[in-house]
């Protein structure tokens, strides 16, 4: 099962910062927050990941509170091209690797 | 570019007829992953495998479905006899195994529609 809650939908204007919350109240110390999106129709990509620091690569940035039970995942210039379900999943790393999917928050960027 | 494939692409196909899915997964990658995605349900996981052994498959209905992993560049997903209700788009996933917290990387789907 999912351990994460997320919006069912945010908006966005182009250009701008899109920041996409999730909870992960129940997240164990051996767990990584994990983000992927899906656009339309095809696999879904893997965006970023982390287990206590903030981290950035070329695409997101993961901001991860102190006690660990929320993140937020921030793209810092939203294009229409970043349209997309985000899916924040909590996954085990020593252990199983399955990844769970939720439900996700569909971004909406518009022009 | 590295990446996994899976074929068919599309499949279109009677009710009763026997379903074979294939996935060619990344090289050196040692997880395989099936997935199935539908509007009501989302993205379920049916079964994984790592070093081609099957470690977890609670999530596929055992009657008619099966998963195999003929050899390391070769995953098979099989439904037999296949139902309307398995009208979904089935994805394949591989990644490097067990302490290794890395991403897992998707196909591109095969779409099934049963009639």
């Known amino acids: 099962d999912a351990k994460t809650t997320q919006p069912p939908s945010m908006d966005c204007a182009e250009g701008r910062a899109a920041n996409l919350p999730c909870n992960h109240s129940t997240i164990s110390g051996n767990e990584y927050v994990y983000w992927y999106r899906q656009i339309h129709s095809q696999g879904p990509q893997y965006i970023i990941h982390?287990?206590?620091n903030n981290e950035t690569n070329e695409m997101a940035s993961l901001i991860i509170t102190e006690d660990r039970k929320s993140s937020t995942l921030i793209l810092p210039h939203a294009t229409l091209r970043d349209t997309a379900v985000y899916y924040c999943i909590v996954r085990v790393v020593y252990g199983s690797e399955k990844l769970v999917f939720g439900k996700g928050t569909k971004l909406t960027v518009n022009p | 570019d590295a990446r996994v494939t899976q074929t068919p692409r599309h499949k279109v196909t009677e009710m009763g007829q026997e379903v074979t899915m294939r996935c060619q997964p990344i090289?050196?990658?040692?997880?395989v992953f099936w997935y199935r995605q539908t509007m009501m349900q989302g993205l379920e996981l049916l079964a994984y495998f790592r070093n081609r052994a099957p470690l977890d498959d609670s999530g596929m209905p055992k009657d008619r479905f099966s998963a195999e992993m003929p050899d390391a560049t070769l995953a098979t997903l099989k439904i037999q006899p296949s139902e309307p209700r398995d009208s979904a788009v089935y994805f394949c996933a591989s990644g490097l195994g067990q302490g290794a917290p890395g991403e897992l990387f998707f196909g591109e789907g095969s779409r099934l529609t049963v009639l």
């Open positions: 090289l050196g990658h040692n997880t």
């Open positions: 982390g287990l206590k």
